[in-house]
């Protein structure tokens, strides 16, 4: 049968529920297989499978799928917010994540819960939200519903102390908000419930228990029928349903019916097979899951189905960056770096990368901010060593060869973050201090290198009108050397249009615990106009232009501003209005825009940094058109729009 050690070792699977069968053969349209998940490892993009094609629905988590009526409802979780989609499109319930979805005469349920159920200090609390109104559960975590009859069904667990880090789960249901204990009271023993069907009146639920956790005794999968307990052997069950008399229960590795097991691995070494929903249709069954083998020798997992034991394989899956752009004429220019054996500044022109070296094979570079000038190329950035000693040099080059811009004595490191050419001279804004890591420094300005200093800080973006030169930093904006304040928050980029100052940045989101339960604060994007400022919503605005009247900023908004290796959807605002630029990788940012005519250009990068040696792939949109420039690794940001 299945292996004990098997829930502990496999992976999180990306199959998470099969539904809707007998409904189309009912309508005389034969019978369409529905599967619900995300793809791509952990860069969690919804999705779901029809008949083997794949459709994408957006960022975030899919939990649980079913369908009433041709429309396809889906719930989950985006970011730690709890949502469902129908046909495609997103409503957001509110803090948490929806486990489970049902849809009865046009009314939505969903069961979910607020919290991490990872964590041995914070309790999650559970709910049920039916047509916008939520109806809290208490301690637990829910994992299923059914609604029969108006009543509402919910599966779930709820949440012991975790005394010395050891579960005490114990399993139950509610039935329109009143808990039932479905645990056994043996001692020791924690117990889940993952599943619920009703049907004639019945009530069923698919879970397992533990008989000691302290000393390894294996789970035991069983199902509950009307307060009667059916031990269905070791493992665990994972979904329900039923089918006239007969109960058909989801398993590790395969299924049960009327209590009687039937495997579905194939047998190969090292292989396991998840099956993590069920459903049966005309007599037929379908198992969803996952096979696989732990990625070893490299060999992808696979996202698949069954029918009457037959395997569909589904999708395999597995377990650079800009900072820049600019147009001149035809000509794109999208600045970053990629991953050298030390990590190289360079810039693409019309998609061909011209790299920016350190000098050494000891050193590191990196690009920060791009300007064309009567065809010479501008970059600004820094290099440095790779011990780690916190020391670097800013400078910039033009035309790839390299001006060196020194920090002030006794300094041992300065950064370039901006620069503007303005008739004939070079004006880079940056900081120095002691080293790259103290968080302490000076920022500054070199005009064709003479340095001017501005005062504690860092300087981020530079724009020159005229004889004025203006340069951002945190929290306001220095024209010719003095300050302005503009309040709470990091100025990111800056531009100048006639008399008009535009500045945009964001405040930096983070994690909260005000009742003991992790609370996600996102960061909040805004721009700056002559005083007054506007704020964007949800985001970091990173990037700024001004063209015919309109203002367009370029950023990102998710968790990657709060957590290492959090999501990040990449986005621009024109005039305030966001939009998205989606992509199937777990971190997308915009970190550059620039405005010709009536194109737009967005320069970013896409990928997963979350673990040391991530790659990412540089691309740059026209129009919402995106070309893809090669790999890159992460950088900072500007963009000159000559």
């Known amino acids: 049968m299945q292996s004990s050690s098997w829930l502990t070792n496999r992976i999180i699977a990306v199959i998470l529920a099969i539904i809707a069968l007998s409904a189309c053969a009912r309508r005389g349209s034969g019978t369409a297989v529905y599967v619900a998940g995300k793809w791509l490892d952990d860069s969690r993009v919804v999705c779901y499978w029809k008949n083997g094609v794949r459709v994408d629905i957006g960022r975030g988590e899919a939990h649980a799928i079913t369908a009433e009526g041709g429309d396809i409802y889906i719930a989950g979780s985006n970011l730690d917010t709890a949502c469902y989609w129908k046909n495609g499109v997103r409503a957001d319930i509110g803090e948490g994540t929806a486990a489970g979805i049902a849809v009865v005469g046009g009314d939505v349920y969903i069961a979910g819960y607020a919290g991490s159920i990872y964590s041995d200090d914070i309790i999650p609390k559970a709910w049920y939200w039916k047509n916008g109104v939520r109806t809290d559960l ?4 829910t994992t299923g519903i059914a609604v029969s009859g108006g009543d509402v069904y919910i599966a779930g667990y ?3 102390s975790r005394k010395d880090g050891i579960p005490d789960d114990k399993a139950c249901y509610w039935k329109n908000g009143v808990k039932t204990d479905l645990s056994s009271g043996a001692p020791d023993e924690y117990s889940k ?3 619920v069907a009703v049907s004639g009146g019945d009530v069923y639920i698919a879970g397992y228990t533990e008989g000691s956790y302290k000393n390894g005794i294996p789970y035991k999968a069983w199902y509950w029928k009307n307060g009667v307990r059916t031990d269905l052997g070791e493992g665990g069950a994972t979904a ?5 008399s007969d109960v058909y229960i989801a398993g590790y590795g395969g299924y049960w ?10 047998g190969a070494p090292d292989e396991y097979s998840g099956a993590d929903a069920i459903a049966v249709s005309g007599g037929d069954v379908y198992i969803a899951g996952t096979v696989g083998n732990m990625y070893k020798d490299g060999i992808p997992d696979k996202v698949c189905y069954w029918k009457n034991g037959v395997r569909v394989d589904l999708d395999e899956y597995y377990l650079p960056s800009t900072t820049a752009v600019i147009v001149i004429g035809s000509d794109v220019y999208v600045l970053g770096y990629y991953r050298s054996p030390s990590g190289t500044a360079c810039y693409w022109k019309n998609g061909v990368r011209t790299d920016l070296p350190a000098g050494n094979v000891y050193s590191s570079s990196e690009a920060n901010a791009i300007a064309v000038s009567g065809g010479d190329v501008y970059v600004a950035g820094y290099y440095g060593d790779n011990s780690y000693s916190g020391t670097g040099t800013a400078c910039y080059w033009k035309n790839g060869v390299r001006t060196d ?5 006794p300094a041992k490191y300065s950064k370039a973050n ?4 303005s008739g004939g001279d070079v004006y880079v804004a940056g900081y120095y201090g002691d080293n790259s890591y103290s968080g302490i420094g000076t920022a500054c300005y070199w005009k064709n290198g003479v340095r001017t200093d501005l005062g504690e800080g860092g300087a981020t973006a530079i724009a020159v009108s005229g004889s004025d030169v203006y340069i951002a930093g945190y929290g306001g904006y220095w024209k010719n050397g003095v300050w302005t304040d503009i309040g709470e928050g990091g100025a990111a980029a800056i531009a100048v249009a006639g008399s008009d100052v535009h500045i945009a940045g964001y405040i930096r989101g983070g994690i909260d615990f005000p009742d003991g339960i992790s609370h996600r604060v996102p960061s909040t994007a805004w721009y700056w106009k002559n005083g007054v400022r506007t704020d964007l919503g949800e985001g970091e605005a990173v990037g700024i232009a001004v063209a015919g009247g309109d203002v367009y900023i370029a950023g990102y908004y998710g968790d990657a ?5 959090g999501d990040a959807t990449a986005c621009y605002w024109k005039n305030g209005v966001r939009t998205d630029l989606p992509s199937a990788a777990r971190e997308d940012k915009a970190t550059g825009i620039a405005v010709s005519g009536s194109d737009v250009y967005i320069a970013g990068y896409s990928g997963d940094l979350s673990v040391y040696g991530g790659d990412a792939t540089v691309w740059y949109w026209k129009n919402g058109v995106r070309t893809d420039l090669g790999d890159g690794t992460a950088g900072g940001i500007t963009v000159v729009v000559k």
């Not at 019916?257 to 194939?266: F, R």
């Not at 901006?418 to 050419?421: M, N």
């Open 138 to 141: 208490g301690n637990g975590v």
């Open 193 to 195: 419930a993952n599943a």
């Open 240 to 244: 329900i349903t039923v089918s006239g």
């Open 418 to 421: 901006a620069i503007a050419v």
């Open 561 to 565: 501003s709060i957590i290492t290796g």
């Open 257 to 266: 019916k009327n209590g009687v097991w039937t495997d579905l691995s194939s």
């Open 158 to 160: 709820v949440r012991g």
């Open 405 to 409: 811009l020194p920090p002030g004595a």
